[in-house]
């Protein structure tokens, strides 16, 4: 004796549509909660694998965009620096102009002045470090960025080397000189040589020319390092949108589906009582 239930086809037929709804009504209910038409790979493979490459490169270009707001904040601190090394270098200037008229005993005092001055140039050169990474005191130093992973293109910023000993570097007088003659011995031994004192000063006026060209190759690449930047942060922006097209549910299309999902499920279950009725007519026939 068979045990199988048999159902009529018109109460099969309104048993299907109101599954069928109702895993519609589900899916529509999961993307409202969630905010997501495809939340995982079982809703649509091929969006969600795409989806997810999109966001990966958006957000290794982040990670990279925030490498490069910090190599702008290092260059920028470098370019301060210079600036600060080319006013202190005119003052040196000054000095050795004042001790180009002055007395023996007013040089050896100007001359101490000096000598302090340089070491403070020294110092703050030193000192202009952003996380470590120090542009204006060695020429071993260097920045270094790659903006892709797709590409294995490096843009790099050498290091200058803005001390006193190296920076002065004219014709017609040694940086030596003014480390021995005019800094550590104070003037005294050129006491009665005013024409050190201007080959020092024309010197130093090669070293100003040498910082400002170095203040402007730093500057030129703060500019292109924020083109850069400006740039990533839109195409992070074009990466994420197409991302969310192929996984981000429309809240007004799917409220639409919802409301009339629910109100087919209404008619689905008046149409199988409907059927079910039916049958029971024929069922009081035995009766």
């Known amino acids: 004796m068979s045990s199988n239930v048999v159902l009529g086809l018109s109460t099969r037929q309104n048993l299907l549509a109101l599954q069928n709804i109702n895993t519609a009504t589900e899916t529509?209910?999961?993307?409202?909660?969630?905010?997501?038409?495809?939340?995982?790979?079982?809703?649509?493979?091929?969006?969600?694998?795409?989806?997810?490459?999109?966001?990966?490169?958006a957000s290794d270009l982040t990670q990279r965009k925030d490498n490069t707001d910090q190599a702008i904040s290092s260059v920028t601190a470098a370019t301060q620096g210079v600036q600060s090394v080319v006013s202190i270098v005119e003052q040196l200037q000054g000095l050795l102009q004042s001790a180009a008229t002055e007395t023996a005993s007013q040089r050896a005092a100007t001359g101490t002045q000096f000598g302090t001055l340089a070491q403070q140039l020294n110092n703050l050169v030193n000192a202009t470090s952003y996380q470590g990474l120090n542009l204006i005191n060695s020429t071993k130093s260097a920045l270094s960025l790659q903006f892709s992973i797709t590409s294995t293109d490096t843009f790099k910023i050498a290091g200058q080397n803005l001390q006193v000993s190296k920076l002065v570097t004219a014709a017609g007088v040694k940086a030596s000189l003014l480390a021995t003659k005019l800094v550590g011995s104070k003037f005294s031994k050129v006491s009665n040589n005013t024409s050190v004192f201007t080959a020092a000063f024309n010197s130093l006026q090669n070293a100003v020319f040498k910082a400002q060209a170095t203040a402007q190759t730093l500057g030129g690449n703060v500019t292109f390092l924020q083109t850069r930047e400006s740039f990533t942060a839109q195409y992070i922006t074009t990466l994420q949108g197409g991302a969310d097209k192929l996984t981000v549910a429309d809240v007004n299309v799917e409220s639409t589906n919802l409301v009339t999902l629910q109100t087919r499920q209404q008619l689905a279950d008046e149409s199988l009582s409907i059927a079910t009725q039916n049958e029971r007519s024929v069922l009081s026939l035995f009766h």
């Open 28 to 57: 529509a209910q999961k993307a409202l909660s969630t905010g997501l038409s495809v939340a995982d790979a079982t809703d649509n493979a091929v969006a969600f694998f795409q989806s997810q490459a999109l966001s990966q490169r």
